[in-house]
């Protein structure tokens, strides 16, 4: 089969070569080093700096506020865990327990499909049973992506017209910018799985309630939460018609600023309402925190984006760059003290790309000047130009097929595999070298008249 192949290429060469062209434009077009070859169009194996070497896991996250390590991990991390063993393809699980949250780690077999084992994950945690979990807990799935899908940090600053940092702001004011504003945006970008905020202060209502008044009014704790939560509502009331005109009716009632929860009522006596601001102080704070981010000695707000599973990771970068082009004309100024006029800038903090970059130049500067030493010691070694330049050809020729299996096989362009492309580019070289030599040996040490004949045959096959 395979010589009946190799002749029908020799007889149709107008095949060969349209085929061969057909190989080296889609070659072209699947290369990861981003030629730009005028109309034909552009699709990248997917590039990154490192390979992906991580296990095939999914995590399942769980919070519960104000609860300690020991009782995360009896009421919520041991019960999910056994439970979560079921799924079909599990090797594997892993669970760590802190204070107020639980993070469980399921290890899938390699051969099990991504978005399956997630699909799997999420059908097991619509059907918990009852009294599994506490009362009010709902455990969640992480993000689609992998270990390594971290691929651009930023900072959010505030900088005057040339770029110089300015401060005059405080770091929750710039927490909400990134969490209602920039967060948003960048979500929406093509390939990014989640992003997720680090540092400043979430800003909250806090009451701070005195247990003396409390006393005096015999007000229970829990009466103060139910009238917080109730003050915090809107309520409908049907509608009603005036002149042939339909009008909604509804209560306003949802918390807007810090006197809407000192006038909510929580109890009655002697027909007297005692309000919140009766018995307690209400202001705006910050959350509670576990962490923050810090920056050359410096508190700072930021943002990590995380790359999608299966997304090109360079790809998502310029994603994410041209959608903070976008944004960046939206986000706050105020004028400082001093008189100076301060924007909100997004300043790259972790940018992989570079990295990227810096892998592909390398390789692709190896590959290209080891194809043409490669070109130069065959022609030196074979010593017959026809023969040079047939083997030299295989060799660029070789390396973009591999592009094309790459593109289609799910394999990244990263150092290790263009490494081996590197490697593998001596290995066809010698069997290209020792084929032709044989064949050119044996025409040399041919009879004469066997020389005659295949001059007459390959003259009349021309």
Do not use: C
């Amino acid at each position: 089969m395979l010589n009946r192949i190799i002749k029908y290429f020799l007889e149709n060469k107008l095949v060969t070569v349209l085929v061969l062209t057909g190989f080296v434009a889609w070659g072209i077009i699947t290369a990861p080093f981003g030629w730009q070859v005028g109309v034909l169009p552009s699709d990248p194996v997917p590039v990154d700096a490192i390979p992906d070497i991580g296990e095939n896991q999914q995590i399942v996250f769980t919070q519960w506020q104000g609860r300690s390590p020991q009782d995360i991990e009896d009421q919520i991390s041991y019960p999910l865990t056994t439970y979560l063993l079921g799924i079909p393809g599990v090797k594997s699980i892993r669970s760590s327990s802190i204070f107020g949250f639980s993070s469980i780690y399921i290890i899938f077999s390699e051969d099990v499909e991504f978005y399956w084992s997630r699909s799997r994950i999420l059908e097991k945690l619509s059907s918990l049973p009852s009294g599994l979990l506490p009362d009010g807990v709902q455990p969640s799935l992480g993000p689609d992506a992998t270990a390594l899908g971290q691929v651009y940090w930023y900072t959010i600053e505030g900088r005057d017209k040339n770029g110089n940092p300015t401060g005059g702001w405080d770091l929750h004011e710039i927490r909400t910018v990134q969490d209602f504003y920039v967060k948003y945006g960048l979500n929406a970008t093509e390939g990014v799985s989640e992003v997720a905020s680090i540092g400043g202060f979430v800003q909250e209502y806090q009451i701070d309630v005195n247990p003396d008044a409390l006393k005096a009014y015999d007000i229970p704790l829990h009466r103060v939460m139910q009238a917080v939560q109730k003050s915090n509502k809107d309520v409908g009331a049907k509608t009603i018609e005036i002149n042939q005109a339909e009008y909604l009716v509804r209560g306003l009632g949802y918390v807007k600023k810090v006197e809407d929860i000192e006038k909510a009522v929580v109890a009655v006596q002697d027909n007297v309402p005692v309000r919140i601001k009766d018995i307690g102080v209400v202001s705006l704070g910050p959350a509670t925190r576990r962490g923050l981010l810090d920056k050359d000695g410096a508190e700072v707000v930021g943002g990590v984006v995380v790359a999608r599973y299966g997304a090109n990771p360079l790809q998502v970068i310029n994603n994410v760059k041209k959608k903070i082009k976008e944004i960046a004309p939206g986000l706050p100024q105020k004028i400082l003290a001093d008189g100076r006029e301060s924007q909100l800038t997004i300043v790259p903090f972790y940018d992989r790309s570079e990295l990227i970059y810096e892998t592909l130049g390398t390789l692709e500067e190896a590959i290209s000047l080891q194809v043409l030493i490669t070109i130069l010691v065959v022609i030196v070694m074979v010593y017959n130009l026809r023969a040079s330049f047939l083997i030299s050809s295989i060799l660029p020729i070789a390396v973009l097929m591999v592009f094309i299996a790459m593109r289609y096989f799910g394999v990244d362009a990263n150092i290790v595999a263009l490494s081996g492309i590197a490697i593998a580019i001596g290995t066809m070289v010698d069997l290209g070298v020792i084929l032709s030599e044989n064949i050119i040996k044996h025409i040399d040490e041919a009879p004469r008249g066997q020389k005659l004949i295949d001059t007459i045959y390959n003259g009349a096959s021309e």
